[in-house]
Every structure is written in C-alpha cells, then in structure tokens.
C-alpha cells in the first residue's frame, strides 16, 4: 500500500515562497491522482489543488488560483506544491493525498484514501 510523506513546511514571510514535497513509497506513484489539501485552527480541511495520474490535468481553489503551482515527477514518486505569494491566510498543515481509483481530479476529502502525516506552513504578516 501507498504511504505518503509531505515535507518542506516552515516559515514563510508575506509575500514569500515554499515548496512542498509529497514522497510516495510502497506503490505505482504513476497510478495515482494526487490532491493537497490544507486545514487551519478550528476550520474544516480544504482543497487547494489537485493533478491527474498523467499529470496533464490540474484543478486549483480559487484562493490559490495564479499563486501555487502542482507538478508531479511519476519518476521520483514526486509531488511537488510550489507556493508563491504568500499570504497570512495560508497558514495551515497542508496534506498530500492520493487515490488510485482517481484518473481526473477532485475536491472533496473523502474522495482521496492515502494521506500524508501533514506539515505545518505558517506564514507571518
């Protein structure tokens, strides 16, 4: 089975970029559609992005939309989220999840069944 593994979390200032990292192990990465997600204190868990098992096909929130960018390296077994312009909004734990039986993209949390442990992005003003 897929395990999933976000890393590149940190600190950030307004205005300021990361990159996250999503690493799978213990599957095909190729045959996976890959989402990120993101949840802040005592709100709901978010979408923020999402790209087809190809990696043709990307879905972005509108919050996000023009500011990160999802790529994937099936090679690696890489995801990666590239986030510029940050703003204090973005602070969250932001989550990599997949789904093998995904070939487009989606939205909703439950749609996914493998999920990374998280990684804190906080992002100061």
């Known amino acids: 089975q897929v395990q999933l593994v976000e890393s590149g979390g940190g600190l950030a200032q307004a205005g300021g970029s990361l990159r996250l990292s999503c690493v799978a192990s213990?599957?095909?990465?190729?045959?996976?559609?890959t989402g990120w997600f993101r949840q802040a204190p005592g709100k709901e868990r978010e979408f923020v992005g999402a790209i087809s098992l190809s990696g043709t096909t990307t879905d972005y929130a509108d919050s996000v939309k023009g500011r990160f960018t999802i790529s994937r390296d099936n090679a690696k077994n890489t995801v990666y989220l590239q986030m510029n312009s940050l703003k204090p909004e973005d602070t969250a734990v932001y989550y990599c999840a997949a789904d093998r039986n995904l070939y487009g993209t989606s939205r909703r949390v439950n749609r996914y069944d493998y999920w990374g442990q998280g990684t804190q992005v906080t992002v100061s003003s």
């Open positions: 213990g599957g095909a990465f190729s045959g996976y559609s």
